[in-house]
């Protein structure tokens, strides 16, 4: 079990920093196409890729929790 806690916890970290990759990528992309290719959507939108990452990371987490507290 402790095993399983601590892969959980590894898979949330590594979650979280593709996820910041991810998005940070995204807004830059939607940057430059606004103002070189003239999109109209605005750069904000590229937020939205932090969604599946978010619900991930949160079933790790409560996957985490759950074998800890079966830890014990």
Do not use: Q, T
């Not at 079990?1 to 990759?21: N, T």
């Not at 940070?24 to 605005?42: H, L, Q």
């Not at 904000?44 to 932090?50: G, P, T």
């Amino acid at each position: 079990m402790k095993l399983l806690y601590r892969l959980c916890l590894l898979i949330a970290v590594i979650l979280s920093h593709i996820m910041c990759g991810v998005v940070a990528y995204n807004y830059c992309d939607m940057e430059w196409k606004i103002k070189v290719g003239g999109n109209s959507a605005p750069a904000s939108l590229a937020y939205l890729y932090a969604i599946p990452f978010v619900i991930g990371i949160v079933l790790c987490v409560i996957s985490a929790l759950y074998f800890k507290k079966k830890l014990r």
